[in-house]
C-alpha cells in the first residue's frame, strides 16, 4: 500500500449542512477517510500573534557598522 500525504481542503458548510469537495488527487475508487473539524477563529490576544506573518529583511547582507549597534554606547 503506497502512502500518501493528507490533502487539507477549506470549504464551508452550505445551507444542507453538507459540503462539496472536488478535484482531490487520488485515483477513482480510492479508498479515503475524511475527518471534518471547524476551522479555528483567530484569537485576539493569542500567545503567537506573529505566527504566519510574512518576515522580511531590508538589505539583510549589509554590513553594520560599530556606530549603529546600542550596546556598545
Same mark, same amino acid.
Given at each position: 500500500?503506497?502512502?500518501?500525504?493528507?490533502?487539507?481542503?477549506?470549504?464551508?458548510?452550505? +445551507?444542507?449542512? /453538507? !459540503?462539496? #469537495?472536488?478535484?482531490? *488527487?487520488?485515483?477513482?475508487? +480510492?479508498?479515503? /477517510? !475524511?475527518? #471534518?473539524?471547524?476551522? *479555528?477563529?483567530?484569537?485576539?490576544?493569542?500567545?503567537?500573534?506573529?505566527?504566519?506573518?510574512?518576515?522580511?529583511?531590508?538589505?539583510?547582507?549589509?554590513?553594520?557598522?560599530?556606530?549603529?549597534?546600542?550596546?556598545?554606547?
Amino acid at each position: 500500500m503506497e502512502h500518501m500525504d493528507a490533502v487539507r481542503i477549506e470549504t464551508t458548510v452550505d +445551507e444542507h449542512g /453538507e !459540503v462539496r #469537495v472536488t478535484k482531490l *488527487p487520488f485515483p477513482a475508487g +480510492e479508498p479515503v /477517510e !475524511v475527518i #471534518v473539524v471547524p476551522k *479555528p477563529a483567530r484569537q485576539r490576544g493569542s500567545r503567537f500573534p506573529l505566527r504566519g506573518v510574512p518576515i522580511t529583511y531590508d538589505r539583510p547582507t549589509d554590513p553594520v557598522a560599530e556606530e549603529d549597534w546600542d550596546a556598545l554606547r
